[in-house]
């Protein structure tokens, strides 16, 4: 709300380097939020400053974090910081505990900010969806099972195509405004921090009325409606990906992705996996649509799978969907080289990713970053629905470097062929 908002001074400042045109040049944000007296102003009119006396809490916003060499990959590609945690971890220091409220639809990414902002000693609460069509979401379950504060908001959104879905969905938008206030309202939040996403919408937009300080994080490499409406409203702007459109917004900073802890390490705790893997026959091919699995890509591997066993061992991830029955349908090919599992838990992932030779996924910001983490070289099936195309666009930037090769959906299960006996043979 200071003077150094609006003269566009909080955060990095552009100036000529490989940014394109100018580059984020690193600077040091603060944000203050007051312990509350009977002489203060009210929670909600709390100062938001730069370099007070008696900070409380700061982020530097600068290159921190390089992901070394990834085959191309170097220094010069240090915004995509796919340890988010350690500039957390080390630029966070506080007088008393925060309280933070994480909103937002890309779980992952929230999650990791989650429990480095919890290891430090502060409150984390997430607002988000608890049920859809009449089942527990994958956010509310991951959530619980970390053992955070939830409480559900019903926020509503418009489709691109138009049926009585999207009626309904207009009807909740006033709800969720006022459910977003009455949350607001009685959890007194020092810091809202968004990832996204229409359930983050009225959070944000009953936050900047309230005069709450936002912090919003966009994950993919094209920002979608929702993101594009919040930027205005939130004091810092933390990209995964550089963004020419954003490079020379003030608020704007490279922080990368943050990526779940989990990724850095080699542990396994499913013993049916581990197992596998111990007796594996190399190259070992790790092959995953993500947490609700891709059918298209099912439908390819099955097609191929005898001849993929002949490379190697498999481990497949379908996914837990249960309308296309294709864990159940692919169980059936089980044996010595091929494992499918519905769902590799979040503790397991970094170790399977590690075992590896060849990934064969998705291309969402997730992998493509957890896939720089641990240096491995993958085929990657974008989404080609995918909003504004971002998974296209991050399947190709790892294939400008060569570190992955790229396979549409629509093509022959035999091109998908070809490509794993040339990844596999590096």
């Known amino acids: 709300r200071g003077g150094a908002l609006r003269n566009g001074r909080f955060g990095g400042r552009s100036e000529?380097?490989?940014?394109?045109?100018?580059?984020?040049?690193?600077?040091?944000?603060?944000?203050?939020?007051?312990?509350?007296s009977a002489h203060t102003r009210p929670w909600w009119r709390r100062h938001l400053c730069l370099?007070?006396?008696?900070?409380?809490?700061?982020?530097?916003?600068?290159n921190l974090w390089s992901i070394g060499d990834y085959r191309g990959i170097r220094?010069?590609?240090?915004?995509?910081?796919?340890?988010?945690?350690?500039?957390?971890?080390?630029h966070?220091?506080?007088?008393?505990?925060?309280?933070?409220?994480?909103?937002?639809?890309?779980?992952?990414?929230?999650?990791?900010?989650?429990?480095?902002?919890?290891?430090r000693g502060h409150k984390v609460t997430f607002v988000g969806r608890q049920t859809e069509w009449g089942s527990?979401?994958?956010?509310?379950?991951?959530?619980?099972?970390?053992?955070?504060?939830?409480?559900?908001?019903?926020?509503?959104?418009?489709?691109?195509?138009?049926?009585?879905?999207?009626?309904?969905?207009?009807?909740?938008?006033?709800t969720g405004f006022f459910q977003a206030f009455s949350i607001l309202i009685s959890q007194k939040p020092d810091v809202i921090m968004s990832f996204g996403g229409y359930i983050a919408l009225p959070i944000c937009i009953i936050g900047w009325l309230l005069r709450i300080p936002i912090i919003?994080?966009?994950?993919?490499?094209?920002?979608?409606?929702?993101?594009?409406l919040i930027f205005p409203l939130a004091q810092k702007i933390c990209l995964s990906f550089p963004n020419e459109s954003l490079q020379d917004n003030p608020k704007v900073a490279l922080t990368g992705n943050p990526v779940r802890s989990e990724i850095f390490t080699k542990h396994i705790?499913?013993?049916?996996?581990?197992?596998?893997?111990?007796?594996?026959?190399?190259?070992?091919?790790?092959?995953?649509?993500?947490?609700?699995?891709a059918h298209s890509l099912n439908l390819h591997i099955e097609a191929l799978l005898p001849k993929l066993k002949k490379i190697g061992s498999i481990i497949h991830q379908t996914g837990t969907a249960v309308e296309y029955g294709d864990l159940e349908r692919l169980s059936g090919h089980a044996d010595s080289r091929y494992l499918p599992v519905g769902h590799i838990a979040a503790a397991s992932m970094g170790g399977v990713f590690r075992?590896?030779?060849?990934?064969?996924?998705?291309?969402?910001?997730?992998?493509?970053?957890?896939?720089?983490?641990?240096?491995?070289?993958?085929?990657?099936?974008?989404?080609?629905?995918?909003?504004?195309?971002e998974q296209q666009k991050q399947a190709q930037y790892l294939e400008k470097y060569g570190v992955a090769e790229i396979f549409d959906q629509r093509s022959e299960s035999q091109k998908l062929l070809e490509l794993v006996k040339k990844s596999a043979s590096y």
């Open 16 to 36: 000529p380097g490989a940014f394109g045109r100018s580059r984020i040049a690193p600077a040091r944000a603060v944000v203050v939020a007051r312990a509350p």
């Open 355 to 389: 075992a590896s030779s060849l990934v064969i996924s998705r291309a969402g910001a997730n992998t493509v970053v957890d896939l720089m983490v641990v240096q491995k070289p993958a085929i990657l099936v974008p989404l080609i629905w995918a909003a504004g195309g």
């Open 92 to 119: 966070f220091s506080y007088n008393f505990s925060m309280k933070v409220l994480i909103t937002g639809g890309h779980i992952t990414p929230a999650i990791a900010v989650a429990d480095e902002l919890r290891s």
């Open 216 to 228: 919003t994080h966009e994950q993919t490499m094209s920002a979608g409606l929702t993101n594009r």
């Open 136 to 174: 527990e979401t994958f956010e509310y379950r991951t959530i619980k099972e970390k053992d955070y504060f939830f409480i559900p908001i019903t926020a509503g959104r418009i489709t691109r195509t138009w049926a009585w879905k999207t009626f309904r969905n207009m009807l909740h938008i006033p």
């Open 51 to 62: 370099r007070p006396p008696g900070a409380l809490l700061w982020l530097n916003f600068g």
């Open 269 to 293: 705790t499913d013993k049916t996996i581990k197992h596998f893997i111990e007796h594996a026959q190399k190259p070992l091919i790790f092959i995953t649509g993500g947490s609700l699995g």
């Open 75 to 90: 220094e010069n590609s240090s915004c995509f910081n796919p340890s988010f945690l350690a500039f957390l971890s080390s």
